[in-house]
């Protein structure tokens, strides 16, 4: 099935993280995907420092190339000393091979490979034209204001990834490990499988594991987005990432260094730095058309007054043309954008949302209805028996058939029969079981054939039971045994705490919502009249609720749906958007989702949609403003109006502005 608008979706590629590397190596890697996040497909790759240079020493040269030009602008104009004319075409020539030398290196490199219409090809231009008509200083200023707003790029760009880096380092290199009754220190990935480590107040936990200690708390800040204690007791998970709070712990390894849940997450973030929006997308073909344009034009300002223009002067119209150069460059574009998306997934890891891409946040954008599972997303999925009525044995053996049977299930409603059976769920085992998809189990329990499930089970084989049990509102398990009805087991879930102000800021934002469940209508409609729900559909197996979204989609409708991740691939696959709730319990969840939330709490769907039209915001503001800036001093340029000076400092001052605007969605409060 295919989904009905092309967001570039499913496409899953490998990060690095995935083999587990030092911390230099992680956070060298995110730096570099960040770079070609605004880099491959725009032509605007910064190759003049990387994270390890990104202090004024890597560019001295630069500062050095400032200081003689404002030598000489100081002589000029403060003192009227003026320079006879090689000695300023040395002067300021040695100011300008310090300025630009890296931006002339790229520029050449990138020309002997056929790619002359680039940003670096042209601020070369510019500044050589401007020194081979004599005006020496404003060559050198609009090199020197053009490698600053470069330098001032790059450090945007590794705060950006701030957030990102954080994620990165929060697992120790080295963890303490308990070999032959002693504590070793040893690397992280050398730790093997049911090994136990050793984890001290304030450490944080290298490796997913199962807690032997009588008890601990941790800290999931660092995973969830909320920093609170979370308890945990023996045979409890305890994951990477997560910080020991009080007491030594003691865990048993049950994942591999580069196989936690969090090496899941870090990838998936990674990847989404080089999933671009189809606003930068855009931006990027449109960089490619305009450059060009831009230069011929430029070439045209130059030339083709000669043939109108009785007293043509051409270093006049070539002064025209390289004002016009200067301010064409696209760089505000190109760079501020993808730092506005890289921005915006940064802000939503920081708050516990992870975005699989920048085409997401915009996906967001458009997001009319929120599709939601009842069980897990909207209620906790906590599962307690109520009531059990049998019907021909004794409540004693009907939860023990039960349990029995459903010990073969990880549904939540199984589980809740299995604990309330206590020791008698582990008295026999079920053989021929079956499970049917959205019915329930069937299978042998000593000898007997025993079917537990909802009513569907039963009619699908003709199993009589009582039709006033068809109005009980609670969740229920009917059994049946040797094809006769044998009672029920209600269960009840709990509706979470933030679920009804969710579904209230849903509305506010005017978002349709809908509930989906395979649970029965009337625990259904329930549920939906108590949050206020605008349409809920119960009954449903997995087939029906591919069918209600494919109506929904006829409709019109933009939609995100909200599950577990595990069950509901095909509906995922069809909404705009698959939203998988408590992301850390699930991998199916990290793998299928597009936007995975770390926890449970359903207003952080709400945040997602917020960050998402607040990074597509942000975005136009610089379109609007880049643009704006650029036509109006472009046509000063081509009139005469504007000179060298006034180009640089509106190119460099819009792309200041521009980037300036885009990082502050890190700052912002959701």
Known sequence: MKK???????????????????????????????????????????????????????????????????????????????????VSLAVNGVAYLLAGWNVLVLAFRKAIRGDIFNEFVLMSVATLGAFYIGEYSEGVAVMVFYSIGEWFQDSAVDRATASIKALLDIRPDEVTVIRDGKTLVVPSAKVELEETIQVKAGEKVALDGELISDKGSFNTAALTGESRPDSKYKGEAVLAGMINLNTVSEIKVTALFKDSKLSKILEMVQDASSRKSQTQLF???????????????????????????????????????????????????????????????????????????????????????????????????????????????????????????????????????????????????????????????????????????????????????????????????????????????????????????????????????????????????????????DNAFGDLLPEGKVEKVEALIKEGRHIAFVGDGVNDAPVIALADAGIAMGGLGSDAAIETADIVIQNDQILKIVSALRIGKLTRNIVWQNIILAMTVKVAVLSLGAFGVANLWEAVIADVGVAFLAILNAIRIQKKTI
């Open 4 to 86: 009905h608008s092309d967001n570039n979706k499913k496409g899953k590629a490998k990060s690095p993280v995935k083999n587990a590397k030092s911390k230099p190596q992680r956070d060298k890697a995110i730096h570099n995907d960040a770079e070609e996040d605004h880099g491959d497909d725009d032509g605007h790759d910064h190759g003049i420092a990387g994270p390890e240079q990104a202090g004024w020493r890597a560019h001295l040269g630069l500062l050095v190339g400032l200081f003689i030009l404002i030598c000489v602008l100081v002589a000029d104009y403060g003192f009227g000393i003026k320079l006879s004319k090689w």
């Open 283 to 533: 931006i990027s073909k449109f960089a490619k058309v305009y450059t060009p344009i831009v230069f011929f034009l430029a070439l045209a300002l130059a030339l083709v007054p000669y043939f109108f223009v009785a007293d043509y002067v051409f270093n006049q119209w070539l002064y025209r043309a390289l004002v016009f150069l200067v301010i064409s460059c696209p760089c505000a574009l190109v760079v501020s954008i993808p730092l506005g998306y890289f921005g915006g997934i940064g802000l939503a890891s920081k708050n516990g949302i992870l975005f699989k891409g920048g085409n997401f946040l915009d996906v967001m954008t458009k997001i009319d209805t929120i599709v939601m599972d009842k069980t897990g997303t909207l209620t906790k999925g906590v599962f307690k028996v109520q009531k059990v009525v049998p019907v021909g044995l004794t409540e004693k053996q009907l939860v023990k058939l039960a349990a029995i049977l459903e010990k073969n299930s990880t549904h939540p409603v199984g589980q809740a029969i299995i604990e309330f059976a206590g020791k008698d769920a582990d008295s026999g085992k079920a053989t021929a079981v079956e499970e049917i998809s959205g019915h329930g189990l069937i299978g042998k329990v000593n000898g007997k054939d025993v079917l537990a499930g909802n009513l569907k089970l039963l009619k699908k084989y003709k199993v009589d039971y009582p039709k006033e049990i068809e109005e009980i509102v609670d969740t229920m398990v009917v059994i049946a045994v040797d094809k006769k009805y044998a009672g029920y087991i209600t269960i009840a879930d709990e509706i979470k705490e933030d679920a009804a102000e969710a579904i209230k800021q849903m509305h506010e934002l005017n978002i349709k919502t809908v509930m989906f469940s395979g649970d029965k209508q009337a625990v259904v409609d329930y549920v939906a009249k108590k949050l206020g729900i």
